[in-house]
């Protein structure tokens, strides 16, 4: 059984990003330890193994979706203002900081789970503009319905803002024309 949660795990390294390959190294470590030796045929022994089997894997997993593991308390720092300040720029977050935001901070991260899937509402919208004034009105239009009540309106408007100038930055929008002309 533990030969395939390891082979499962080591199956992991092809899915992983290059910053996560530290983590499946911390994983590979763990379980090299376990691997089939002569004592393991030991039956009196075998619920002890299991037992630190376990919590290794449990530690293993933590450590591996905790994009913070093994960072010292000064990196810890920087990574996480580092994250605030993307939020309220409205630029995009990676899959590490998302992870560290719903393990750490579940209400931010719905917000901005919230605020990321408007903004590329909005991308999709702007790639289907058929001139430049049209995109501009989308983004007028639709910044216009923020509610001045929401909770997000400063992070969701940053993030509108900056999807409309990466949008106005790509080959898309350059060609595009001012305007259509009106077919009759």
Same mark, same amino acid.
């Given at each position: /059984?533990?030969?395939?949660?390891?082979?499962?795990?080591?199956?992991?390294?092809?899915?992983?990003?290059?910053?996560?390959?530290?983590?499946? #190294?911390?994983?590979?470590?763990?379980?090299?330890?376990?691997?089939?030796?002569?004592?393991?045929?030991?039956?009196?022994?075998?619920?002890?193994?299991?037992?630190?089997? /376990? +919590? /290794?894997?449990?530690?293993?997993?933590?450590?591996?979706?905790?994009?913070?593991?093994? /960072?010292?308390?000064?990196?810890?720092?920087?990574?996480? $203002?580092?994250?605030? *300040?993307?939020?309220?720029?409205?630029? $995009?977050?990676?899959? +590490?900081?998302? *992870?560290?935001?719903?393990?750490?901070?579940?209400?931010?991260?719905?917000?901005?789970?919230?605020?990321?899937?408007?903004?590329? *509402?909005?991308?999709?919208?702007?790639?289907?503009?058929?001139?430049?004034?049209?995109?501009?009105?989308?983004?007028?239009?639709?910044?216009?319905?923020?509610?001045?009540?929401?909770?997000?309106? =400063?992070?969701?408007?940053?993030?509108?803002?900056?999807?409309?100038?990466?949008? $106005? =930055?790509?080959? #898309?929008?350059?060609?595009?024309?001012? =305007?259509? =002309?009106?077919?009759?």
């Amino acid at each position: /059984m533990e030969q395939n949660v390891y082979v499962n795990l080591k199956s992991l390294k092809t899915s992983v990003s290059g910053d996560r390959q530290t983590a499946f #190294d911390k994983l590979s470590t763990a379980f090299g330890k376990y691997s089939k030796t002569g004592n393991d045929n030991n039956q009196a022994d075998k619920p002890t193994k299991y037992a630190s089997r /376990m +919590d /290794m894997l449990r530690v293993a997993v933590k450590d591996y979706l905790d994009p913070t593991a093994g /960072m010292t308390d000064e990196q810890k720092e920087r990574f996480i $203002k580092k994250l605030y *300040a993307k939020i309220q720029s409205g630029k $995009k977050l990676t899959p +590490d900081e998302l *992870a560290y935001l719903r393990k750490y901070d579940p209400v931010t991260y719905m917000k901005v789970v919230r605020i990321q899937a408007k903004r590329e *509402a909005l991308e999709t919208q702007l790639k289907n503009c058929k001139s430049k004034e049209e995109a501009q009105e989308l983004y007028v239009d639709i910044v216009s319905r923020i509610p001045e009540d929401d909770p997000a309106r =400063k992070e969701l408007l940053a993030a509108y803002d900056d999807a409309y100038e990466e949008f $106005k =930055k790509s080959d #898309d929008y350059g060609s595009l024309p001012e =305007k259509v =002309k009106n077919k009759r």
